[in-house]
């Protein structure tokens, strides 16, 4: 299936919003939060900071009177710099982001937005790295392809077993807070993934410029199933 019909399969897997955290929070309490290069207002901020990112966002959800904060997908981001492990692989270093960032409290629950078993999951430990991760198997059609949730609590993956099932808007577990989910606000990191290659528990969510192509292809983006206003 090529990129085109990939993505035109995954729109029409549901007409309405599939929800990856409770549902009852109204589509009105939801904000676009723009962290890329372009936002000049991060310029002047010290994202290496969790703490002052942390204000940031939710001053910016505040003013709003909302409870979410996304976007993300294909921003370029300063806020990888801090972290060798997003420059260590590539001549350019990775800074597109290639998933959608929901920004909400820390505890927050996350559910499936279809039914699933559980590929796999780790606790990705490296400094601005995603912490808890679950990886989900979802096979719709007898389509497969797989949604990546980073930044988890530690809960979240404590008792999970590879195989298990999930029916659709079960919860799978909860935001972690910048203790253990790589040093960040919380977060959800919500990514959709046609191919893994072989990761386990783990699979890129930034990438550079010169793989962009690539990416694209096999990650495209998540608002074809959360069905956003962007």
């Known amino acids: 299936m090529n990129t085109q019909s990939f993505s035109e399969f995954l729109a029409l897997i549901s007409p309405e919003s599939l929800s990856v955290l409770d549902p009852s929070i109204s589509g009105s309490k939801y904000v676009s939060l723009d962290l890329s290069e372009s936002n000049e207002i991060l310029n002047s901020l010290d994202v290496s900071s969790s703490s002052k990112l942390d204000t940031y966002i939710n001053l910016h959800l505040k003013e709003r009177n909302a409870l979410v904060g996304y976007g993300g997908y294909l921003e370029v981001r300063n806020i990888y710099k801090r972290s060798s492990h997003f420059n260590k692989q590539t001549e350019d270093g990775r800074n597109v982001h290639i998933a959608t960032d929901l920004w909400c409290m820390a505890g927050t629950a996350i ?39 980073g930044h988890l609590s530690l ?27 790589g040093d960040y606000p919380p977060h959800l990191h919500f990514q959709i993934i046609k191919d893994l290659q072989g990761n386990m528990g783990d699979y890129p969510g930034v990438c550079s410029q010169t793989d962009l192509e690539y990416y694209l292809g096999n990650c495209p983006d998540p608002n074809l199933l959360l069905k956003l206003i962007m």
């Open 111 to 149: 559910y499936t937005p279809l039914d699933a078993t559980v590929h796999s999951f780790k606790n990705n430990t490296n400094y601005g790295d995603y912490g808890p991760t679950i990886i989900l198997r979802h096979t719709v059609k007898n389509i497969t392809f797989y949604t990546l949730y």
């Open 155 to 181: 809960d979240s993956i404590e008792n999970l077993k590879e195989n298990q099932v999930f029916k659709q808007g079960e919860q799978i577990g909860a935001l972690g807070d910048h203790t253990v989910n």
